[in-house]
């Protein structure tokens, strides 16, 4: 994923109503499915890396009614998964 023009930020509102801003880190398709890998957008001086609230989110691209929407993946398995893929990428990353 290119960085040229800077991070991509999404708000995605939780099941409470609550906004979360959050920063793309990269996209992968796997089996026939588009997964999105994220992080919490929070000011560096306000990072708690220990906090639960901090982590990658992975959500999920599904079309409904010809609209574009993220939800959860829907096993503890399919989480697994494609969590080891996108590691998978981020340190291949690293390493070039």
């Known amino acids: 994923m290119s960085e040229e023009f800077g991070p991509d930020f999404i708000t995605v509102t939780d ?8 920063e793309l880190l990269d996209v992968l398709e796997h089996k026939g499915q588009t997964y999105m890998a994220f992080f919490p957008a929070v000011p560096e001086d306000e990072t708690d890396e220990d906090s639960e609230d901090y982590g990658m ?3 999920k691209s599904i079309h409904e009614n010809g609209e574009e929407l993220l939800s959860t993946l829907d096993s ?3 989480l697994t998964e494609v969590y080891d893929l996108f590691m998978e990428l981020l340190f291949q990353d ?3």
Do not use: F, M, P
């Not at 409470?16 to 959050?22: F, M, P, Q």
């Open 15 to 22: 099941e409470d109503g609550n906004d979360i801003e959050l």
């Open 94 to 96: 690293e390493e070039e």
């Open 57 to 59: 989110v992975i959500l």
């Open 76 to 78: 503890e398995e399919e």
